[in-house]
Structure formats: structure tokens, C-alpha cells
């Protein structure tokens, strides 16, 4: 789960302004997207490289698996349809789906700015905000970092740096233009902490123990994962997903979908999840 730059989404932005996109309502062919989907039997979906463990592309056989891909299987399954995977990036994915490239885009936390120009489900799966930490840093709430002496290194423009903006005005926070340098600044020690999402954060510690510690500060704080749909009068697109989801969740197979994905993908165990974290 990811948000956009600042500049990302002001690109994307500008550029569905110029190709008349945004906002619109309904699909070029005038018909719903489920309609579209039943007639072709293909549920088109975009999907991101690099993008563990929500998306991984394996560079050998060039096939996808991942958190978000068990779940359009799943709902690909339900629709008898087959999936058509479309590459895209988190920042074009708003537009890709505008644009009628793609019906549907998985992981993405609905924003007020996102939920301007496009459409989002109820939640797929809830994540938890947990932090990645020096190895000398104490804090365990939210609270310890709010603090002028306390250092939080955040991706510019993400949900982490919305988050510690508005709850950790006294801090220093230094902004950097990608997750990976936040996290190289907390590895070596030019910042304590970094925020992130539980299932991401886990993977970088497992993958390389040195980068620092996990916490998950108190109070808990749960960010959503959902999906993204385009604008469209007939809701039946929209309705049909969240009807999907609530029969998904009321058995265990969303929990065993995550689970198994951390670890295949990133060698995370449920034993390296604190018991504090469901999904």
C-alpha cells in the first residue's frame, strides 16, 4: 500500500486534465465495468513490479504473485473471468483507470484527493502503522515522538508523512523522495525512525537485520488497503466488489492470504508479527 508524491499526483492530475478525464462518469462504451467484464469474460487489472508483498513479477518466468494478486484470483474466480495484468505504476495507476486501461487497482488507501476522481471499495485487508528503529531508540508511543530531540525520516507526499505532519509537529522530520532513502537515513543513523506499514517494515528487517528494529508504537494505529474503481452513475461495479469482500471476510482466507505472502516474499513469520497485529 502506497500513496502518491505531491508531484505524482500533480502530474497525474494535470495530465487527466488535458486528456479530459477527470472527473468523468461511466465508461467510453457507455456500458458499467461489470457489464463490460461479464460480455469478455476478462477482468483487466493493473499491477506494480517491485512492489513485494503486494506485487511481485519473478524475473525469470515473468509471472505475478503477491498479497493483491491472491485476491483478484479470487475475485476473477468469482466473476469466471481471467485476468489480464496491465503494468503500471502507483503514480499513473489513478489514470490508467480513467482512461478505461484498467478495471481495477489494487492497495491503494483512499485519500480525499483520490476519492476526488476515482471510486474505493470497503477495506481488503487493514494494515497496522508501525515503525522501523535505531537499535538505541526507547520510544514506544506515538507520543515519544513528538519530540524536538527525535528525528522521523518519511517518503515526501506518502500517508507516513500526512501521518507524522499532523501528530508529530515537534519532531524533525526529514522528507526524502523515496521510501528506500528514508530507510537508508534511519540505517545509518541520520534519523531514529521511520514509519511504515507492519507488512512492509517486517520485510526490510527480516531481508537486513542491521537497518534497526521493529515497533509498533501505541496507540495502535490501523491504515486501510482498498481497492480502486473508476468513477461510474451505475454503482453495480462497485456494489458487486463490496459484496465480494464482505463473503472474502467472513472466513479466515484474507489473514492466510497475507500471511503466506510475507512469508514466501519476505521471509517474514507470523511469529515475527506482534501478537497485537491482525489482518
Given at each position: ?9 500533480i502530474g497525474a492530475s494535470a495530465a487527466l486534465a488535458a486528456a479530459g478525464l477527470m ?19 476478462t477482468l483487466k487489472l493493473g499491477v506494480v513490479a517491485g512492489g513485494e508483498p503486494n ?177 461510474e452513475a451505475d454503482k453495480e461495479w462497485l456494489n458487486y466488489l463490496n459484496g465480494w ?35
Amino acid at each position: 500500500m502506497k500513496n502518491l508524491t505531491r508531484r505524482e499526483f500533480i502530474g497525474a492530475s494535470a495530465a487527466l486534465a488535458a486528456a479530459g478525464l477527470m472527473p468523468i462518469s461511466g465508461n467510453a462504451q457507455g456500458d458499467s465495468t461489470l457489464s463490460r467484464i461479464r460480455q469478455t469474460k476478462t477482468l483487466k487489472l493493473g499491477v506494480v513490479a517491485g512492489g513485494e508483498p503486494n506485487y511481485h513479477k519473478d524475473s525469470a518466468t515473468g509471472q505475478w504473485s503477491g498479497i493483491l494478486i491472491d485476491f483478484a484470483d479470487d475475485l476473477a474466480g468469482s466473476l469466471n473471468a481471467k485476468l489480464a495484468l496491465s503494468e503500471t505504476t502507483w503514480g499513473n495507476a489513478i489514470m490508467d483507470l480513467q482512461s478505461n486501461k484498467i478495471d481495477l487497482f489494487l492497495g491503494l488507501n483512499p485519500t480525499p484527493q483520490r476519492q476526488a476522481v476515482i471510486d474505493f471499495t470497503t477495506p481488503l485487508y487493514n494494515n497496522v502503522f508501525s515503525l522501523i528503529t535505531t537499535e538505541n531508540f526507547r520510544g514506544k508511543t506515538w507520543d515519544d515522538l513528538n519530540k524536538p530531540d527525535v528525528t522521523i525520516a518519511v517518503d515526501v507526499g506518502s500517508s507516513y508523512d500526512n501521518l507524522i505532519t499532523h501528530i508529530c509537529p515537534n519532531a524533525r522530520i526529514q522528507r526524502f523522495e523515496t521510501s528506500n532513502a528514508a530507510t537508508l537515513a534511519v540505517q545509518t543513523k541520520r534519523a531514529d525512525v521511520q514509519p511504515l506499514v507492519i507488512t512492509l517494515a517486517a520485510g526490510i528487517i527480516k531481508k537486513n537485520p542491521s537497518v534497526g528494529k521493529l515497533v509498533v508504537p501505541e496507540p495502535f494505529k490501523q491504515t486501510s488497503s482498498c481497492a480502486g474503481v473508476r468513477k461510474e452513475a451505475d454503482k453495480e461495479w462497485l456494489n458487486y466488489l463490496n459484496g465480494w469482500l464482505a463473503n472474502l471476510h467472513k472466513s479466515d482466507v484474507t489473514r492466510q492470504i497475507v500471511l503466506s505472502n510475507l512469508d514466501r516474499l519476505m521471509g517474514v513469520k507470523p511469529s515475527d508479527i506482534p501478537s497485537i497485529v491482525t489482518f
